[in-house]
């Protein structure tokens, strides 16, 4: 069953802003990964933080992640028009299997 | 990196007929697979796990009889849809493990199958 939920559902910023997109999500988690899919796509892995680890940053990217709140939100800076996708949080809490959030759908204007 | 493929990516069947979608790792062993179903707009929500050489391990709701799984070897698991019909149109998407101890940060993610059925 699904575990995460994302906020917002949408957005829709302009080329150059940043995006901030957040993922709360219910039990306790070993890991919190985050995917990027474009429109009838597959997934693309784009990082993934662990439950003992509050920030990570790869490239353009900026997580963070607050077990206390069981929370965690993506940051993507300086954003271009190749960032248009979905953008899912994915938590792994059960064993080893991944539940997925609904997903935000981001629109870089040019 | 290790990469997982999928065939076909795109399939049209007939109602009442059977699909079957292949998923395959390219370049590692895949001790564990998972089939995943996306509805249009919406999340992934797993459908099965599926271990080489054991039956697969089935999501509460999902009808084993309808979605047969077989993890044959360990590069290739398939999924057929058996008796197809509009509401299983959907894209299916499978991920493969390379952990022995299947854990998710191990994961690598097929491109997916688009399913119409007529």
């Known amino acids: 069953s699904q575990q995460g939920e994302e906020d917002p559902q949408a957005l829709s910023i302009q080329e150059g802003e940043n995006a901030t997109m957040n993922c709360s999500y219910k039990?306790?988690?070993?890991?919190l990964q985050w995917y990027r899919q474009n429109s009838g796509r597959g997934l693309v892995h784009l990082i993934l933080?662990?439950?003992?680890?509050r920030e990570k940053h790869s490239g353009r990217l900026r997580v963070t992640l607050d077990t206390s709140k069981k929370s965690s939100s993506l940051l993507i800076t300086a954003s271009r028009a190749a960032d248009t996708a979905s953008y899912f949080c994915?938590?792994?809490?059960?064993?080893?299997?991944?539940?997925f959030g609904a997903g935000t759908t981001v629109t870089v204007r040019a | 990196g290790a990469v997982v493929s999928q065939h076909p990516s795109r399939v049209i069947c007939k109602s009442g007929t059977s699909v079957k979608i292949e998923c395959r790792s390219l370049d590692f062993q895949a001790t564990t697979m998972f089939w995943y179903r996306q509805f249009p707009k919406k999340s992934l929500m797993l459908m099965a796990t599926s271990n080489e050489g054991s039956k697969a391990t089935y999501e509460q709701g999902v009808e084993k009889d309808k979605f047969l799984i077989n993890h044959a070897s360990l590069t290739l698991s398939t999924l057929t849809v058996t008796s197809a019909h509009p509401e299983d149109s959907s894209f299916y998407i499978c991920?493969?493990?390379?952990?022995?101890?299947?854990?998710?940060?191990?994961?690598?993610f097929g491109p997916g199958t688009r399913l119409t059925v007529t």
């Open positions: 933080i662990r439950s003992n680890e």
């Open positions: 991920s493969a493990t390379t952990g022995t101890s299947g854990r998710s940060d191990e994961q690598y």
């Open positions: 039990t306790s988690i070993n890991n």
């Open positions: 994915a938590t792994d809490a059960r064993d080893y299997k991944l539940s």
